[in-house]
């Protein structure tokens, strides 16, 4: 759906009008682009956060420890944590949903899904004609004529590169995320006043006291996370190339769409396989077995203040 100005101004002299402000496709569109830039947003930690884990197949824990250090100094500073992390992530949530309710919306007004997403030009022409009434009087006859097209935009084209059950990941991601940042940030901060105390010797703990369930919920959220992270990075960069150069693009091939699928598929299953190479580091199974945990009985209190008591006692 294009806004710019010039279309605007093309729209008046030609007698072309795009979707007015506060419609349904006016909301989606900028809900696209919110969730597009906080995607953005929210990648730059990523990248600075999972590296830790991925590195841990190079250079162990100890290069792992190393690596939380450096990236702290990033993501927890006080001033960028609340943008970087915490805004960006709400921003893409929230946006995300708003989506999906207009997205239904839509659906049950049964209009055309493409008319959302794509770029509607409704071109009305008028002809006058002048006819003969019964009494030989002239008088003008007013003929309209309306024509609607609707062709893709760069939205569009986009989304059609979006990986399958790209939406049902994210949803699946809420849980995992939360649960993640309950154990490993707020908690932390809670017994100790800040989490600078964490490093990989926690994790180490509890993939070593509590293999089942924590192997489990690391793997559900490298899985999940890595999936719907490689499915959706290209349609962000085609959404925010697309904005600032304001071009549509030529309509992707399908070829070209196959090949990005195995591009794209081949870089999600390495990104899992390297993070779970990881992950079996920083748990003793593979490499040598010898991560010391200084701060043993200071985590179990930490995993105290959820975890059942029978399950956090000094063995």
């Not at 949903?97 to 049950?108: D, E, G, L, N, S």
């Not at 925010?240 to 304001?246: E, P, R, S």
């Not at 077995?289 to 008591?309: A, C, F, M, S, W």
Request: glycine share 10%; net charge positive.
């Amino acid at each position: 759906m294009s806004l710019s100005k010039e279309n605007v101004s093309l729209s008046k002299e030609n007698g072309v009008v795009f979707c007015p402000k506060y419609s349904a496709p006016w909301f989606y569109y900028h809900l696209t682009i919110v969730q597009a830039g906080t995607a953005a947003v929210f990648t730059t930690f990523l990248v600075t956060h999972l590296s830790a884990t991925a590195l841990a197949s190079f250079g162990g824990v100890e290069l792992t420890n190393k690596t939380i250090v450096l990236g702290r100094v990033y993501y927890q500073n006080k001033f960028l944590e609340p943008i970087v992390v915490l805004g960006s992530l709400c921003g893409h949530m929230i946006a995300g949903i708003a989506k999906r309710v207009i997205k239904q919306y839509w659906k049950y007004k049964k209009q055309d899904p493409r008319k959302l997403i794509g770029e509607v030009r409704i071109k009305v022409e008028k002809k006058t004609s002048d006819e003969t009434d019964e009494n030989g009087g002239v008088r003008q006859k007013i003929t309209t004529k309306t024509t609607t097209t609707i062709t893709g935009s760069y939205i569009s084209r986009a989304l059609a590169l979006i990986g399958q059950n790209h939406h049902v990941t994210g949803y699946l991601l809420i849980p995992c995320v939360l649960g993640h940042v309950l154990l490993n940030r707020i908690l932390p901060r809670r017994h100790f006043g800040d989490s600078s105390m964490i490093n990989a010797s926690y994790v180490t703990l509890s993939l070593k006291k509590w293999p089942w369930p924590s192997y489990l919920g690391l793997t559900a959220l490298i899985v999940i996370g890595g999936y719907h992270v490689g499915s959706g990075l290209p349609v962000v960069y085609k959404i925010l190339k697309g904005l600032l150069i304001k071009k549509n693009g030529e309509k992707i091939s399908e070829s070209a769409r196959k090949r990005h699928r195995y591009i794209r598929n081949g870089i999600i299953v390495s990104t899992i396989g390297l993070l779970m190479a990881g992950i079996l580091v920083i748990g003793g199974k593979i490499g040598k077995d010898n991560t010391r945990i200084p701060l043993r009985k200071e985590y179990l209190k930490v995993y105290g203040q959820i975890y059942p008591q029978s399950w956090v006692r000094e063995m």
